[in-house]
């Protein structure tokens, strides 16, 4: 099973960079990317699933509704802020206020969540998320990473319980070289790994699990450098652009991708892993 996820959000929406807290104004650009991957979903006839930002919602109504016309919708949080930033009552208060805001755009329940950088670090937060009225989690990981904590052993999915609530997980693929997970299956390791090689592993993952996720800035060549940013986020950030939309464009169209919502009918429940936290 291999399922293509999107997470909607600005160009300059990068996480844990000082020169980005000062809160300068930038020019939005969601609107040109977002058409560009809706024209890419309906050139290769894939269906995908919409994390959205609420703030990117709020400021996008047509658009939103646009997407969710064809497409499945989960949100993103509000505010592009990391769970490991926020207290619970500042988490639950990002992601009641996001579902609301989309809810009230599209006049659909949302039920999918996955958090800014994958970034679930305490086992608590699912309580919280279940609690909002989330039915499908993608924020859990197999590895320890940047932003979040490993809270599974594999990337595959699951039932996630913990104080008595239940949640459906499907978590990102994890990329692995020479043995080592480094990191998830999508963004700017897509940008950074050859075609050959992301083929490669898509066969060998095709017919268990493989959940991927591109942003809108990874195929957007004409984005403005952020200058003030480090070398090292420099490089993560820019690098692979100019053949990002070709490269996306070929493996679409060399593997067949479902959205979560396909996903989750196709998947017996009973039989997956629970994961007691």
């Not at 309906?42 to 994390?51: G, H, I, L, P, Q």
């Not at 700017?188 to 075609?195: K, V």
């Not at 066969?203 to 200058?227: A, C, T, V, W």
Request: hydrophobic share 35%; glycine share 6%; with cysteine.
């Amino acid at each position: 099973m291999s399922i293509f996820t999107f997470d909607i959000e600005e160009w300059y929406h990068l996480l844990d960079v000082d020169c980005l807290k000062e809160r300068k104004v930038y020019e939005s650009r969601i609107e040109e990317n977002v058409d560009r991957l809706l024209q890419i979903l309906k050139d290769t006839n894939t269906k995908a699933t919409f994390f959205i930002l609420g703030s990117i919602a709020k400021e996008n109504k047509d658009l939103i509704r646009k997407i969710a016309e064809r497409y499945d919708i989960g949100t993103h949080g509000f505010n592009h802020r990391t769970i490991d930033t926020l207290n619970e009552k500042e988490f639950k208060e990002d992601l009641s206020l996001s579902i609301k805001t989309i809810e009230d755009i599209i006049g659909k329940k949302i039920t999918k969540y996955r958090a800014p950088g994958f970034s679930v670090c305490k086992e608590s937060y699912f309580k919280v998320i279940a609690d909002c009225g989330i039915e499908m989690d993608c924020s859990a990981s197999s590895i320890n990473h940047s932003y979040g904590k490993k809270i599974l052993n594999e990337s595959k999915s699951c039932i996630i319980e913990c104080n008595g609530r239940r949640l459906k997980e499907l978590p990102p693929t994890t990329i692995s070289l020479l043995n080592k997970k480094i990191g998830f299956f999508g963004g700017g390791y897509f940008r950074l790994f050859p075609y050959w090689l992301i083929k490669k592993r898509s066969k060998e993952l095709q017919n268990d699990y493989l959940l991927s996720y591109i942003h809108p800035r990874d195929l957007d060549f004409g984005q403005p450098m952020i200058k003030e940013l480090p070398l090292n986020r420099k490089f993560k950030s820019y690098v692979g652009l100019r053949g990002a939309e070709k490269k996306l464009r070929q493996w679409l169209t060399d593997f067949s991708f479902t959205d979560i919502a396909t996903a989750e009918k196709d998947i017996n429940w009973d039989n997956v892993p629970i994961i007691k936290l």
